[in-house]
């Protein structure tokens, strides 16, 4: 049994009593909140206390899920647990997406974050674990593998000690020597780390006469200012047999040249490469 204030629709309000300890306000007959004789406190039904714990759960009056909003906090073996949680499926429903969120710690163990009861990270005295992947930027994270997922856009950092970019992807290298040259063979991809950008790849020329210079373009990311260019790539050689090295020109442009290696000069033409295979990988900053 329970007392009872009722706030009847017919006769005003009705008070019972009993020895049981227990309390119930009431309106039009149901129950709005009530209070255990352990002084658990239950609010439209929904029993929030165990024994030797305490709590408080709010609910909506409906049993539709999606006008369920609760909050639930409670005392569990020494910790405290922060619960959203729906009368279906321990779901929360917004807009008409479900959302479940867990957050519990006991002594010494980490507190652990969860959405439709699978973990999805957690935190600890040693810092933040996540099962996948973290977003950075208001970047949806990746649904696959585990990382790190940055814009698409860099959103460059005044702070030089922190990391806020990196990409990976594929390019292809254009002539930009002025001949009007189509390779063959090309696979070249680039990894790009802040400002720092790695490009490998190889190309087939086709057989030229032309002496000019051969100039590769189409780099993903153009030089950076200053001496930021300069950047050089180790000595290959093509199928000719020809000792040549990556060589960047100017700041800003996204082409580079092959250096003869002891000439330093001059740099490989078209016809030197005519009808050769070459590979190549280097780096430099970008802007």
Request: hydrophobic share 35%; proline share 3%; charged share 5%.
């Given at each position: 049994?329970t007392?009872t204030?009722n706030?009847?629709?017919?006769?005003?309000?009705?008070?019972?009593?009993?020895?049981?300890?227990?309390?119930?306000?009431?309106t039009?007959?149901t129950?709005?909140?009530?209070?255990?004789s352990?002084?658990?406190i239950t609010?439209n039904?929904?029993?929030?206390?165990?024994?030797?714990?305490s709590?408080?759960i709010l609910?909506?009056s409906t049993?539709?899920?999606?006008?369920?909003?609760?909050?639930?906090?409670?005392?569990?073996?020494?910790g405290?647990?922060?619960?959203?949680?729906?009368?279906?499926g321990?779901?929360?429903?917004?807009g008409g997406t479900?959302y479940?969120?867990?957050?519990?710690?006991?002594?010494?163990?980490p507190?652990?974050i969860g959405?439709?009861?699978?973990?999805?990270?957690?935190?600890s005295s040693?810092g933040?674990s996540?099962?996948?992947?973290?977003g950075v930027?208001?970047?949806?994270?990746?649904?696959?593998g585990s990382?790190?997922?940055?814009?698409?856009?860099?959103s460059?950092?005044s702070d030089?000690?922190?990391?806020?970019d990196?990409?990976?992807g594929?390019?292809?290298?254009t002539d930009y020597s002025?001949?009007g040259?189509?390779?063959?063979?090309i696979?070249?991809?680039?990894t790009k780390i802040g400002?720092?950008?790695?490009?490998?790849?190889?190309?087939?020329?086709?057989s030229?006469a032309?002496?000019a210079?051969?100039?590769?373009g189409?780099?993903?990311?153009p030089?950076?200012s200053?001496t930021d260019?300069?950047?050089q790539g180790s000595?290959?050689?093509?199928n000719?047999s020809?000792?040549i090295?990556?060589?960047?020109l100017?700041a800003g442009?996204?082409?580079?040249?092959?250096?003869?290696?002891?000439?330093?000069?001059?740099?490989a033409?078209?016809l030197?490469m005519?009808?050769?295979t070459v590979?190549?990988?280097?780096?430099?900053?970008?802007a």
């Amino acid at each position: 049994m329970t007392s009872t204030v009722n706030a009847s629709t017919s006769a005003g309000v009705i008070v019972t009593s009993d020895t049981s300890g227990a309390l119930a306000l009431q309106t039009a007959g149901t129950t709005a909140l009530s209070i255990s004789s352990a002084q658990a406190i239950t609010v439209n039904g929904l029993i929030t206390s165990t024994v030797g714990n305490s709590g408080f759960i709010l609910r909506g009056s409906t049993a539709t899920n999606s006008y369920i909003y609760p909050v639930y906090v409670t005392n569990t073996s020494g910790g405290v647990q922060l619960a959203l949680e729906g009368a279906s499926g321990g779901n929360v429903l917004v807009g008409g997406t479900a959302y479940a969120t867990v957050l519990t710690t006991t002594t010494n163990t980490p507190v652990e974050i969860g959405i439709n009861t699978t973990r999805v990270g957690s935190f600890s005295s040693t810092g933040l674990s996540m099962v996948k992947s973290i977003g950075v930027g208001n970047t949806t994270p990746s649904s696959s593998g585990s990382g790190i997922a940055f814009p698409a856009t860099q959103s460059a950092s005044s702070d030089a000690n922190t990391l806020d970019d990196y990409e990976e992807g594929t390019w292809t290298p254009t002539d930009y020597s002025g001949a009007g040259l189509t390779f063959t063979g090309i696979a070249a991809a680039y990894t790009k780390i802040g400002r720092q950008v790695f490009v490998n790849g190889t190309v087939t020329f086709p057989s030229t006469a032309s002496t000019a210079a051969a100039n590769l373009g189409s780099l993903p990311f153009p030089y950076g200012s200053g001496t930021d260019y300069t950047q050089q790539g180790s000595p290959i050689r093509n199928n000719a047999s020809l000792s040549i090295q990556p060589f960047g020109l100017n700041a800003g442009v996204s082409n580079f040249v092959f250096l003869i290696i002891g000439q330093y000069t001059n740099y490989a033409s078209n016809l030197q490469m005519s009808g050769s295979t070459v590979g190549f990988s280097f780096n430099y900053y970008t802007a």
